[in-house]
């Protein structure tokens, strides 16, 4: 069973630091990339980010490039969404996904999902 399962959201102030955490398993992790969505009410989900677990190769939206950081652990089980400098427009709720298909077109971040975690709650006071 595909399983993707989000921890490490939370309220933050303005400025601080969060690390979101996605543990993965029930495939290969060569067979997919893993990217993180978020959703804002009322807006549209926007792909933030996405790591080929197969070569490391990493991938950001315009509007967290270097403000957020994706990594993996060395097994692959586990990928990180390191969020700093967090603004109150970074509250949202972050979804973690197995995505097929990933690129970036004028700095938006497409991606294409196959399996979904639960998502996570950011929530950045001002």
């Known amino acids: 069973e595909v399983q993707l399962v989000e921890s490490g959201g939370g309220l933050v102030q303005a400025g601080g630091s969060l690390r979101l955490s996605c543990a993965v398993s029930g495939f290969s992790p060569d067979d997919y990339g893993i990217g993180w969505f978020r959703q804002a009410p009322g807006k549209e989900r926007e792909g933030v980010s996405c790591i080929s677990t197969s070569d490391g190769s990493t991938y950001y939206a315009d509007s967290v490039k270097g403000q957020f950081t994706i990594s993996t652990d060395n097994a692959k089980s586990t990928v990180y969404l390191q969020m700093n400098s967090l603004k109150p427009e970074d509250t949202a709720v972050y979804y973690c996904?197995?995505?097929?298909?990933?690129?970036?077109?004028?700095?938006?971040?497409?991606?294409?999902?196959?399996?979904w975690g639960q998502g996570t709650q950011v929530t950045v006071s001002s």
């Open positions: 996904a197995a995505v097929h298909s990933w690129g970036l077109r004028l700095g938006i971040l497409h991606m294409e999902s196959d399996y």
